[in-house]
């Protein structure tokens, strides 16, 4: 299976590379970045640090969409956007991991996988999937009795927040409530606040250092507290998760796919 990688000299493109590059039944289809940066026109490999293959790093998207079965897209919701119409036009398999979409951008999403089979997670290794449905199973057993507050650290370099996965995990939450999560977040608080709303999913957001990424969710109850977490060491998690939901989509009919859907978690 060819697959491309936009985005491939950004922190996750370049796991992505290196990923496919000794996955079994993987071939490397190509990697795009913006137009402009530095990347573009170096060796693919070579800029991972791994010895070049020969294959240069471009900023022409189309062609990555046509020459590729997969292209996995780490980069930024603009970019995303654009690289969801063009997965549409090819009908390429398209595995989205970038954070911070809106709501227009979403939809986008949804338009284009009228078209093509289109996976769409905020995390995606086993770890953090698992947790969601724990998180669901655990809100839906305590009730609202327990405030549920979400935690997250992540490196000095991310640009969103709360993260996607934060967000992800508050709507497994809410989930488990039968609640709509835009409802009962608190995404900010500053000042003189009033006390705890009954029902909020709280969210609360640290940034510094190297940190790959971090997620806590406490549900905090009258004289005691369940606390339920994942802690990221290495961004290859990522990677294997993205791979293997290409290798999943592959064949698909169209459609909006989640990671849930890729590690049947029900
Ligand atoms: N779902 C998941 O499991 C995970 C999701 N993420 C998400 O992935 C995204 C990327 O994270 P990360 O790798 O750390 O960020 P980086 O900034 O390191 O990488 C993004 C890359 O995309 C490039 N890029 C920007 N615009 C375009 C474009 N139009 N075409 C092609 N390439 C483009 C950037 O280039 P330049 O720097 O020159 O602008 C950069 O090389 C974030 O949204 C992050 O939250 C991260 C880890 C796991
Ligand atoms: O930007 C990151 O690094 C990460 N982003 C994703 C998110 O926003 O949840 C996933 C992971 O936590 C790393």
């Not at 046509?66 to 995303?80: E, G, W």
């Not at 609202?144 to 992800?168: N, Q, W, Y």
Request: hydrophobic share 45%; with cysteine; charged share 20%.
């Amino acid at each position: 299976m060819k697959i491309g990688v936009v985005g491939c000299a950004g922190r996750m493109g370049q796991m992505l590379v290196r990923r496919i590059l000794v996955t079994a039944g993987c071939e490397l289809a190509g990697g795009t970045d913006r137009a402009g940066s530095e990347a573009i026109g170096r060796d693919i490999a070579g800029i991972t640090g791994l010895d070049p293959i020969g294959m240069l790093v471009t900023d022409d998207p189309v062609q990555l969409f046509a020459d590729a079965d997969a292209v996995i897209d780490f980069t930024s919701p603009n970019a995303t956007e654009r690289h969801a119409a063009l997965a549409a036009q090819a009908k390429t398999v398209h595995i989205v991991g970038t954070t911070g979409l809106n709501p227009g951008q979403i939809d986008a999403l949804r338009k284009a996988a009228q078209h093509t089979a289109i996976v769409h997670a905020p995390n995606m290794s086993l770890g953090v999937n698992l947790l969601m449905v724990l998180v669901e199973q655990v809100s839906r057993t305590l009730g609202p009795d327990f405030d549920i507050e979400i935690v997250e650290m992540h490196h000095r370099h991310k640009v969103d927040a709360p993260s996607g996965t934060s967000l992800g995990l508050g709507r497994a939450a809410a989930a488990g409530r039968g609640v709509d999560l835009d409802a009962v977040a608190a995404r900010v608080r500053d000042g003189h606040t009033g006390e705890r709303r009954r029902g909020d999913i709280g969210f609360a957001v640290m940034r510094g250092g190297d940190v790959v990424g971090d997620h806590s969710v406490v549900f905090a109850g009258e004289g005691e507290r369940i606390e339920l977490g994942h802690r990221a060491g290495d961004r290859g998690i990522y990677a294997v998760g993205a791979v293997r939901a290409a290798l999943w989509a592959h064949g698909k009919p169209p459609g909006l796919y989640s990671m849930r859907d890729v590690l049947a978690l029900g």
